[in-house]
């Protein structure tokens, strides 16, 4: 468990009191809300920049190759540490 120390101003700091959301689980919620919004801004600017890049959808049967080629990389490589641990 990590403790935070941080410093606000005063008008802040009792705002933020009376509101109840100094807490250990509102602030918890506070930062897991703003991680979801950053990883939903970070995937709505990849999804720009592939729109503006004119890539073509890939189609159902080519999803589904790669992600069978990802899975067998992945077993071979979890073999490869098995057979090197004996």
């Known amino acids: 468990m990590i403790q935070l120390v941080f410093t606000l101003p005063d008008e802040v700091a009792e705002r933020a009191k009376e509101a109840g959301l100094l807490s250990d689980s509102a602030i918890q919620t506070l930062l897991e809300d703003a991680m979801r919004r950053q990883v939903g801004s970070q995937l709505l600017e990849v999804a720009g920049r592939l729109h503006a890049a004119a890539i ?28 090197g641990s004996s």
């Open 56 to 83: 073509p959808p890939m189609t159902d049967d080519e999803i589904l190759a790669e992600v069978a080629a990802v899975r067998a990389k992945r077993r071979g490589s979890a073999a490869r540490y098995d057979a």
